[in-house]
């Protein structure tokens, strides 16, 4: 058996078409989409990612300002910088970009972006939302997983899918998107023994757990479907996933790879989600769209 | 092999106790702890419910308001009365009784209730602060649950969990609640297939889908534990819950009957949040305790 790659790319065009007919919506009602990204850390990876999601904005004539506070930043710059962005009118995403400062309370800081605001998905009232089924945004990496699955058709109501991670801008969010898709879903974790006895009788296997090589072939049922959401790095200083991918492959019937899957959709989705809320308060404002 | 019963009685005893030492603390502050049920249905069991809160209230020294709008009350009038009680300094507690009239959105009346106040879990934010390990009140029914398996020291940490029904008020806020103590869990539901290859692996089971007889003992693993959070009403207008009670007892080690479980530790619940709410606030004023 050879497994079907689900590469990102297809997912991430699909969706920046959609972007670019929220922006061809939008011209001509001076409304620009505005996404600001608050930062402090100075985090190689982060500042990668950073640079993609600039990168990303201005090819989706998104406009994107990165607010960089430092690393050095205090709970309160970084409360005060939320606040303002909140009640800036002209700003329609807000992304708190991780890790931040040690000892400052994440959850309780992203709880200060309006849920409207929210395309990150960060605020912890986001996922309450979310599995409450009101309008809402799902942490972007757990809904670009959903993106991924749902452009090949894979399966997921009435099928056994096992979460490998219970993170909150994964695990835990993906949980529920996927219940709302009527799947029967276990969330496996670090303290989860024998783990190969749930993702062995799951059809759908997606692995957030930030283990290299976690997920080996002898843990997965004949056929399944493999998402891979790990970002490690190895010892040469490339990015890999939590998939041993050599046994992964002759058993998975279908594995979304790390590079070239989830996380090629992820930028894609927050320039859709900026440009939706940019609509959206165009709609709210009663201005003819 | 004959089962444990795993009453609610004396877990409530418990929590009436701690409910009494924070009475006891607030002597001679000023503050009586208050609660407000606001209701809008002539449902019978919502009736009796509210009849025992009431109860449970005058026997806890716990003061308790119940704002009845009647059956036809608007979306708009249970708005107000929310935010009016949102507003009012000197309640502590707020529940919004369901049923609620038709075409009125529970979810989004819910979340007016703030966070702090929302002493029966209802606010979708306190689902989402309760995953992001922030202070939240969950879901009542969900922690009633989890006393009764903490009472009797059933293990939780690294075992499997299957919790059978995916709803705001029982089986979501219990998946966060069992992820916390570190379970491994499944969340099953009507649409789940083979729900016993699921029950089978599992070391506890807590069925909540409202469907009387649905878990029976062929379903269960010898020696499991199983607690019962279903509420029917039976062809002679007896509460009945989601167990088959005759085949279930003969195969688990222990079961939380429907009556006389979960269900006697839910007012005694709201009553201890109320009073802990109380002091809260006189905590967060800075008066002396």
Redesign the interface.
């Known amino acids: 058996m050879s497994s079907q790659l689900l590469t990102g790319l297809p997912v991430a065009k699909n969706l920046r078409a959609d972007t670019a007919r929220n922006i061809k919506a939008l011209s001509g009602t001076g409304v620009v989409p505005k996404l600001a990204v608050v930062l402090a850390t100075d985090n190689e990876s982060t500042a990668w990612y950073v640079r993609s999601i600039v990168r990303q904005a201005a090819e989706s004539a998104v406009h994107c300002d990165v607010v960089d506070l430092g690393p050095q930043a205090s709970g309160w710059q970084l409360q005060e910088a939320l606040q303002a962005l909140a009640e800036d009118r002209a700003v329609h995403g807000i992304i708190l970009q991780t890790p931040l400062p040690a000892g400052v309370d994440a959850?309780?800081l992203?709880?200060l972006i309006p849920p409207h605001k929210d395309i990150d998905g960060a605020?912890?009232?986001?996922?309450?939302?979310l599995?409450?089924?009101?309008p809402a945004y799902a942490a972007t990496t757990a809904q670009a997983a959903i993106e991924v699955l749902e452009h090949y058709q894979v399966p997921l109501?009435?099928?056994?899918v096992t979460v490998i991670g219970?993170s909150?801008v994964v695990g835990?969010p993906l949980?529920?998107l996927l219940?709302a898709r009527?799947a029967?879903?276990?969330?496996?974790?670090s303290?989860?023994?024998a783990l190969a006895?749930?993702t062995k009788?799951s059809s759908v296997v997606v692995v957030a757990a930030g283990k290299a090589g976690l997920l080996t072939g002898a843990e997965l049922h004949e056929g399944s479907v493999v998402v891979d959401v790990g970002t490690n790095v190895d010892e040469a200083g490339r990015l890999i996933g939590d998939v041993h991918t050599e046994s992964v492959l002759p058993v998975a019937r279908a594995l979304s790879p790390v590079p070239g899957g989830v996380g090629t959709v992820t930028t894609s989705l927050l320039m859709l989600r900026t440009s939706q809320a940019a609509l959206d308060t165009l709609v709210a404002s009663g201005q003819p769209v």
């Open positions: 959850a309780a992203a709880a605020n912890p009232e986001s996922l309450g939302r599995a409450a089924g009101l109501a009435g099928e056994h219970r909150m835990k949980a529920q219940l009527d029967t879903v276990t969330t496996c974790h303290r989860t023994k006895s749930h009788a």
